[in-house]
């Protein structure tokens, strides 16, 4: 899985502080003003204190902008369940690639490790695939014949949230008994938003171990063609 963190809204701090002090006071100049006047650290500080104290609607002001290669159909399909601005999903179809294309597929250690169970999974991964040809061969349009490909299917997904929403998904998706794909993406989108803004998640990542999680292992993508 790669995860990129394409765009954002530009001072995410300064942003989040003036939403919470326009509440406070209905000149907008003298608002604007007020991160020029506070210190960053008295700025970071007064956010924790609105997420420590659930007062966190101001963080809905920033907006951050996520592209995801090599996750699985099912993955998106859980992950656009969760509140979002906007999301655009890349579709297998003969407008946009050729029908004898490679179709990559996730693999975990347990099942790359085992000859039989991978054999297994690629007789009935090959067989949806061919189901889905054979059905556009037929004349069936894409756009129906790939609810039979299957959910292992890797695609690519682009989505917005507010800072609000990030927050939201990753409290649900970083701890260890989650979906093992969403929860790589929830600490891939950590540790992006941890170097743009790391108020934002700065409690999520010293609640939560990363000890069990290993990038570079729990997943691999195999491709198959057929």
Same mark, same amino acid.
């Given at each position: 899985?790669? !995860? &990129?963190?394409?765009?954002?809204?530009?001072?995410?701090?300064?942003?989040?502080? =003036?939403?919470?002090?326009?509440?406070?006071?209905?000149?907008?100049?003298?608002?604007?003003?007020?991160?020029?006047?506070?210190?960053?650290?008295?700025?970071?500080?007064?956010?924790?204190?609105?997420?420590?104290?659930?007062? &966190? @609607?101001?963080?809905?002001?920033?907006?951050?902008?996520?592209?995801?290669?090599?996750?699985?159909?099912?993955?998106?399909?859980?992950?656009?369940?969760?509140?979002?601005?906007?999301?655009?999903?890349?579709?297998?179809?003969?407008?946009?690639?050729?029908?004898?294309?490679?179709?990559?597929?996730?693999?975990?250690?347990?099942?790359?490790?085992?000859?039989?169970?991978?054999?297994?999974? @690629?007789?009935?991964?090959?067989?949806?695939?061919?189901?889905?040809?054979?059905?556009?061969?037929?004349?069936?349009?894409?756009?129906?014949?790939?609810?039979?490909?299957?959910?292992?299917?890797?695609?690519?997904?682009?989505?917005? =949230?507010?800072?609000?929403?990030?927050?939201?998904?990753?409290?649900?998706?970083?701890?260890? &008994?989650?979906?093992?794909?969403?929860?790589?993406?929830?600490?891939?989108?950590?540790?992006?938003?941890?170097? !743009?803004?790391?108020?934002?998640?700065? &409690?999520?990542?010293?609640? @939560?171990?990363?000890?069990?999680?290993?990038?570079?292992?729990?997943?691999?993508?195999?491709?198959?063609?057929?």
């Amino acid at each position: 899985m790669r !995860v &990129d963190l394409v765009a954002y809204t530009s001072n995410p701090v300064d942003t989040i502080y =003036m939403a919470s002090k326009i509440c406070e006071n209905r000149n907008a100049m003298d608002v604007m003003s007020e991160p020029l006047i506070a210190s960053q650290e008295q700025k970071e500080e007064f956010i924790k204190t609105l997420i420590q104290t659930d007062n &966190d @609607f101001p963080l809905g002001h920033v907006t951050f902008t996520f592209l995801v290669e090599n996750i699985s159909f099912m993955g998106i399909h859980q992950l656009i369940q969760y509140p979002m601005v906007s999301h655009s999903q890349y579709i297998h179809s003969d407008k946009y690639a050729d029908l004898e294309f490679r179709i990559p597929y996730p693999l975990c250690d347990q099942m790359n490790d085992n000859e039989e169970v991978k054999e297994l999974v @690629f007789n009935f991964l090959g067989q949806g695939v061919n189901f889905y040809l054979a059905l556009i061969k037929l004349g069936i349009p894409p756009e129906y014949a790939k609810a039979f490909l299957p959910q292992a299917t890797i695609s690519a997904v682009m989505f917005t =949230m507010n800072g609000k929403e990030v927050r939201d998904f990753l409290k649900y998706q970083l701890g260890s &008994d989650n979906q093992p794909e969403l929860r790589m993406l929830a600490w891939n989108m950590l540790n992006k938003l941890n170097k !743009v803004c790391p108020v934002l998640v700065a &409690d999520l990542k010293e609640k @939560f171990s990363p000890n069990d999680y290993d990038s570079e292992r729990w997943m691999s993508v195999v491709g198959v063609r057929f």
